[in-house]
Nanobody, 125 residues
Framework: QVQLVESGGGLVQAGDSLRLSCAAS????????MGWFRQAPGKEREFVAR????????RFTDSVKGRFTISRDNAKNTVYLQMNSLKPEDTAVYLC??????????????????WGQGTQVTVST
């Protein structure tokens, strides 16, 4: 059993920055690839970013590339999503996810086994 708890969301203005955190417990953090997804009301869940177990390989969806950064601190069992130059279209519930293993790219919701409940990010104009 792996538990994931997101934090760091809030209300910001366009152009501002925000850092989300995802704290993991109940498993071996270094055994999991970690991902961030987001979901706006009435819309399908969207892949945002992922980082592999070694923390070296990262991947982002095109709409956030160059603005967002994903990182992990294995000593704290935490993965982060640094969001810069936020836009109103970034408004969504952001969810953290963990994948035990495999050889996929980890860009689909079905690639992940464990999910947090999400943290709300709202970007105003």
């Amino acid at each position: 059993q792996v538990q994931l708890v997101e934090s760091g969301g809030g209300l910001v203005q366009a152009g501002d920055s925000l850092r989300l955190s995802c704290a993991a417990s109940g498993g071996t953090f270094t055994s999991y690839a970690m991902g961030w997804f987001r979901q706006a009301p009435g819309k399908e869940r969207e892949f945002v970013a992922r980082i592999r177990r070694n923390g070296v390989s990262t991947r982002f969806t095109d709409s956030v590339k160059g603005r967002f950064t994903i990182s992990r601190d294995n000593a704290k069992n935490t993965v982060y999503l640094q969001m810069n130059s936020l836009k109103p279209e970034d408004t969504a519930v952001y969810l953290c996810a963990a994948a035990p293993g495999g050889s996929t790219l980890y860009v689909e919701s079905s690639d992940y086994t464990y999910w947090g409940q999400g943290t709300q990010v709202t970007v105003s104009t």
